[in-house]
């Protein structure tokens, strides 16, 4: 491995600015590192498509993020993961990470685990089979919520009306029994509160975001790509396929902290 290869960035993509919640925990474990990120909002939502849409729109993102000489791709969509995986890790030149198998294994130990996502990953069945296959006893019960995406890209986290969305979502989750109820969707975080408002404290929630990272950075060091600079800030740079000006004020919200430089491109190029 040279160094110029530990020097590369790290690209991240969601279909919007969602996957901000994952960039904010990479840039929190590997402050050293470069990333890129690309938000597609310029065709979010990802999860109410057909999975051939999905797939389509997955390999242009990469393309995107690969012309900026990445060394590892990052898929902080679990749509996107869901739909196209098998089919991104068997063709892409360069590692692959994702959110759905982190996200299912830190759901160990619970006996009954719920999951909330768009109408694309619970449809694809893929937390059914990664839950299976982290204990065969978990008993799965899957809930689409479509509106919880279009509320967080508004910035509706926690008002009446995310609440009232919230408590028509959740009811069957809460009368599922589940003790563990895994956010399957990388914008739901921000729903946190409105969630916790409809289903109590007590059951576990996953926001896959802090097991992503511990993910990527386990690769990156198995693979011998993790930049070791210490003391030097790793710089962010943010793209969209849609309004800049809009990216920056609400993905400042996601991220928490100020979102500069946006740059606007014509993803359908790639
Ligand atoms: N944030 C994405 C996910 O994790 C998808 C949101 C969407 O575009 O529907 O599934």
Request: hydrophobic share 40%.
């Amino acid at each position: 491995m040279t160094m110029r290869d530990t020097e590369r960035p790290v690209g991240v993509f969601d279909s919007g600015l969602g996957g901000l919640t994952v960039l904010k925990e990479l840039h929190r474990l590997l402050p050293c590192e470069d990333l890129i990120y690309f938000g597609d909002s310029g065709r979010t939502p990802y999860g109410t498509k057909s999975k051939d849409t999905v797939i389509r729109y997955t390999f242009q993102d990469i393309n995107f993020l690969l012309s900026h000489n990445v060394k590892m791709i990052v898929i902080a969509c679990n749509t996107a993961s869901a739909c196209s995986l098998p089919h991104v890790v068997k063709s892409c030149r360069v590692p692959v990470a994702e959110v759905v198998g982190p996200g299912s294994r830190a759901a160990a130990g619970g006996t009954k685990v719920a999951v909330i996502g768009t109408p694309a990953t619970i449809e694809s069945g893929v937390y059914k089979e990664a839950l299976k296959s982290v204990s065969p006893d978990i008993q799965y019960f899957g809930k689409a919520c479509p509106l919880f995406v279009p509320l967080a890209e508004e910035g509706w986290w926690d008002n009446d009306i995310s609440r009232a969305v919230a408590a028509e979502y959740l009811r069957p989750v809460a009368e599922s029994g589940a003790d563990t109820l895994i956010l399957g969707c990388t914008h739901y975080p921000l729903l946190i509160p409105s969630i916790r408002a409809v289903l109590g404290e007590s059951i576990r929630l996953i926001n896959s975001a802090s097991a992503v990272a511990s993910e990527v950075r386990s690769r990156l060091e198995e693979t011998g790509l993790l930049r070791s600079r210490s003391g030097t800030e790793g710089k962010i740079s943010f793209y969209t396929s849609d309004s800049p000006e809009k990216f920056a004020s609400l993905g400042g919200m996601f991220l928490g902290q100020a979102v500069k430089d946006v740059n606007k491109i014509d993803i359908e190029a790639f």
